[in-house]
Antibody, heavy 121, light 108 residues
Framework: QVQLQESGPGLVKPSETLSLTCTVS????????WSWIRQPPGKGLEWIGY???????NYNPSLKSRVTVSVDTSKNQFSLKLSSVTAADTAVYYC???????????????WGKGTTVTVSS | SYVLTQPPSVSVAPGQTARITCGGN??????VHWYQQKPGQAPVLVVY???DRPSGIPERFSGSNSGNTATLTISRVEAGDEADYCC???????????FGTGTKVTVL
């Protein structure tokens, strides 16, 4: 059974960098697309970005200038860095596996439980 | 960028049918996927590729997609179906995932 687990600080100061790691168990990270998604309190889901196991990435244009997603295949992990955070970045952050169903069908079939990150001094 | 629009809320009595719409320009030409999210929990995929169900998802959950509207239908609604539901597509022009605005389903 594939499981994803987010880890990282729950509190980040304004202007600093948010760093999270997602550990994948039950499957190799050397396939699939691996995404980060966030959900501000009381709001909907926002896709942040993904990385393919080969290292290619793509980011939400609204966050692109501040986001870096990387992968460590030796540890079966991928990570998120979001720089220059503000209170607007306070959210539950999820990692998820992206499945390629072919013919432009891409969806997230396995999700982590999520981790709450609060930006505050 | 591609935009998906959902009604903020849908209310339904137990045993009745709930229909949740997801509007987007020519969405019928895309594959639509639906997620259920209960309070304090991560989203769960309930329908993929417009109308297919992952294993373990009840047959009461079904989907359709045509023109500018995709629809998630929940038949014989139960109290446990009360949750937020969100549609998602892949925007092939930018290689981005796009989520809908989300719909809260309330079971009366």
């Amino acid at each position: 059974q594939v499981q994803l687990q987010e880890s990282g600080p729950g509190l980040v100061k304004p202007s600093e960098t948010l760093s999270l790691t997602c550990t994948v168990s039950g499957a190799s990270i050397s396939s699939y697309y691996w995404s980060w998604i966030r959900q501000p309190p009381g709001k909907g889901l926002e896709w942040i970005g993904y990385i393919y196991y080969s290292g290619s990435t793509n980011y939400n244009p609204s966050l692109k200038s501040r986001v870096t997603v990387s992968v460590d295949t030796s540890k079966n992990q991928f990570s998120l860095k979001l720089s220059s955070v503000t209170a607007a970045d306070t959210a539950v952050y999820y990692c998820a596996r992206g499945f390629d169903g072919g013919d432009y069908s891409y969806y997230m079939d396995v999700w982590g439980k999520g981790t709450t990150v609060t930006v505050s001094s | 960028s591609y935009v998906l629009t959902q009604p903020p809320s849908v209310s339904v009595a137990p045993g009745q049918t709930a229909r949740i719409t997801c509007g987007g320009n020519k969405i019928g030409s895309k594959s639509v996927h639906w997620y259920q999210q209960k309070p304090g929990q991560a989203p769960v995929l309930v329908v993929y590729d417009d109308s297919d169900r992952p294993s373990g998802i009840p047959e009461r959950f079904s989907g359709s997609n045509s023109g500018n509207t995709a629809t998630l239908t929940i038949s014989r609604v139960e109290a446990g179906d009360e949750a937020d539901y969100c549609c998602q597509v892949w925007d092939s022009s930018s290689d981005h995932y796009v989520f809908g605005t989300g719909t809260k389903v309330t079971v009366l």
